[in-house]
């Protein structure tokens, strides 16, 4: 059975200050870890695909990692507009479906 | 926009009532899912049609009932829920080939039942 564990649950961060968000994954065969944004009331915002280790992406102030156990959301300088609810999703060789974690809510005070 | 429109964005039902979500999407996409989102609690997969296959979470109980009459309709049935039933109900798309799988989201519909 997939699994996904993300840490912190919640993250107070002050305008500017940098930081990393945590998703710790076991997957039968990793087809693809996914990163999406969340803000209040409303669906998730896909964010970054990784398909195999070593591999990272960029956008904006956020630049996703991804080893063998685990993948690393880096926030660069933060913005106010950057709070909200991140989430990670494994899919594993069992088929379509995501496997969700629990999310990390990031807070960012000016 | 994200090219996956939910209905109703709030619903609130009673325990006796029917009523059905109803979910769109207009990327053209071949695999349509449903979501609970409940407080504190990850994603939950419910329900997915994937080339016109349906496959099912097993724990999800049966007063649940989804229907996909094409590749891009899907609907969520309900009908006699229970108040733990209240959640975010999200519904999302991708396209089914080989290594580009990422699952677009609609806006989601909260239900309260009351």
């Known amino acids: 059975e997939d699994q996904v564990t993300q840490s912190p649950e919640a993250l107070r961060l002050q305008e500017g200050e940098s930081s990393s968000l945590n998703c710790s994954y076991t997957?039968?065969?990793?087809?693809?870890l996914f990163w999406y944004r969340q803000d209040p009331g409303k669906g998730p915002e896909f964010l970054f695909t990784?398909?195999?280790a070593g591999e990272e992406k960029e956008k904006e102030r956020l630049k996703a990692t991804l080893t063998k156990k685990e993948s690393f959301l880096h926030i660069t300088a933060p913005k106010p507009e950057d709070s909200a609810t991140y989430l990670c999703a494994v899919q594993g060789n069992a088929g379509n479906m995501l496997t969700f974690g629990g999310g990390t809510r990031l807070m960012v005070k000016p | 926009e994200t090219g996956v429109t939910q209905t109703p964005r709030h619903l609130v039902m009673g325990m006796t009532n029917k009523k059905s979500l109803k979910c769109e999407q207009h990327l053209g996409h071949n695999a349509m899912y449903w979501y609970k989102q409940s407080a504190k609690k990850p994603l939950e997969l419910m329900f997915v049609y994937s080339l016109e296959e349906r496959v099912e979470n097993n724990s999800v109980p049966s007063r649940f009932s989804p229907e996909c009459p094409n590749s891009s309709h899907l609907f969520l049935h309900l009908h006699t829920l229970q108040p733990e039933d209240s959640a975010l109900y999200l519904c999302?798309?991708?396209?089914?080939?080989?290594?580009?799988?990422?699952?677009?989201f609609g806006q989601g519909t909260r239900l309260t039942v009351v």
């Open positions: 990784l398909y195999s």
């Open positions: 997957v039968s065969g990793l087809r693809g």
């Open positions: 999302a798309s991708s396209q089914v080939v080989l290594g580009d799988t990422e699952a677009f």
